[in-house]
């Protein structure tokens, strides 16, 4: 239901920006976040944006200021535009897709790399 995309290898200071596809979800009725899981840490909250209209958004303290999520709910995809990128935040980026209203109803994506290095 949620595929991400965009991942790659940027150098420290760069950009990237992350698409997830969630194909077949209105975002009237879904919280989307993604998440991230570096490398001997467990998985963590990035960013979330509650539902339309709504839309409230949350970050982590790791990136706010960093990173922007965003959404075109006509094309039912969301996006993560990381700018001042480090080290630290290398890892698997997951995209996420909550039901607001059903319990339980929890959505993963496969994930896609994101590797900070010179």
């Known amino acids: 239901q949620v595929a991400e995309s965009g991942g790659g290898l940027v150098p420290p200071g760069g950009s990237l920006r992350l698409s997830c596809a969630a194909t077949g979800l209105n975002f009237r009725n879904w919280k989307m976040a993604w998440y991230r899981q570096t490398p001997g840490k467990e998985r963590e909250l990035v960013a979330r944006i509650t539902p339309d209209p709504d839309s409230v958004i949350t970050y982590s303290d790791s990136v706010k200021g960093r990173f922007t999520i965003s959404k075109d709910s006509a094309k039912s995809t969301v996006y993560l535009q990381m700018n001042n990128l480090k080290s630290e935040d290398t890892g698997v980026y997951y995209c996420?897709?909550?039901?607001?209203?059903?319990?339980?109803?929890?959505?993963w994506g496969q994930g896609t790399q994101v590797t900070v290095s010179s």
């Open positions: 996420n897709a909550d039901s607001a209203y059903l319990r339980d109803r929890v959505y």
